[in-house]
């Protein structure tokens, strides 16, 4: 299947520091990508959806000036927790939409997750 | 969104196939059936999809009942690796606000040797 890649694959930061996750479609483009949450023995979360060149939409309850969202490519979007708290400690996954037809139409592919840790 | 309904957890011995249910009464017509699974630390990967016709693939069979109101991934073969969470989804197939994959709870597969 296709391929999403996601940097880093771990980070730790010092609690009010910002940290950027990217998220890369390596043999597609993905017009729509999708950033979910993950806390220990829960399911995914999804967080935001953001379209190529256009403002991310966020999911209710998910704070978008904390959570910066940035699709400026059709291979790369990224993720900023701004001001991390350690409450702000979870497994982040990407995950890219293919728009052609190479990988099935309109299907969903994941990133293998970032775990963040806010000390 | 419709929602799913999944076992928290079941259990298979290794090279049994194992049948894992999902219930969704409350499906439409234009809803697609997926099934991902998760290994622990990694993200969801795709395993199959379906509409209405039973679908194989090299990792699993889905087979849907008649009035689409329930599911059944079929994997033939349990090994180790299939131990893992799997999740049906339901998702729209046109564009637009729902047309995202939204999680439910899953159900957590354990595999015995």
């Known amino acids: 299947g296709a391929v999403v890649s996601q940097h880093p694959s771990r980070v730790i930061c010092k609690s009010g520091t910002s940290v950027k996750i990217e998220c890369r479609s390596l043999?597609?483009?993905?017009?729509?990508m999708f950033w979910y949450r993950q806390f220990p023995k829960q399911s995914l979360m999804l967080m935001a959806t953001?379209?190529?060149?256009?403002?991310?939409?966020?999911e209710q309850g998910v704070e978008k000036d904390k959570f910066l969202i940035n699709h400026a490519s059709l291979t790369l979007s990224t993720l900023t927790v701004t001001s991390a708290h350690p409450e702000d400690s979870s497994f982040y996954i990407c995950?890219?939409?293919?728009?052609?037809?190479?990988?099935?139409?309109?299907?969903?592919?994941f990133g293998p997750g970032t775990r963040l840790t806010v000390l | 969104d419709a929602k799913t309904t999944q076992p928290n957890s079941m259990e298979s011995n290794e090279e049994e196939p194992v049948h894992l249910p999902c219930n969704h009464s409350?499906?439409?017509?234009?809803?697609?059936i997926h099934w991902y699974r998760q290994l622990p630390s990694q993200g969801p990967e795709y395993v199959i999809h379906?509409?209405?016709s039973n679908v194989n693939n090299r990792m699993a069979s889905l087979a849907i009942a008649e009035d689409r109101k329930s599911s059944t991934l079929i994997l033939h073969r349990a090994t180790l690796r299939d131990a893992a969470v799997y999740y049906c989804?339901?998702?729209?197939?046109?564009?637009?606000?729902?047309?995202?994959?939204?999680f439910g709870t899953g159900t957590l597969l354990a595999v015995q040797p």
């Open positions: 043999d597609f483009q993905a017009t729509t």
């Open positions: 953001s379209n190529e060149g256009s403002k991310a939409t966020y």
């Open positions: 995950s890219a939409r293919t728009s052609g037809r190479a990988f099935g139409y309109n299907e969903q592919f």
């Open positions: 379906g509409l209405t």
């Open positions: 989804i339901l998702r729209r197939f046109y564009g637009g606000a729902t047309n995202k994959l939204i």
């Open positions: 409350t499906i439409s017509g234009t809803d697609y």
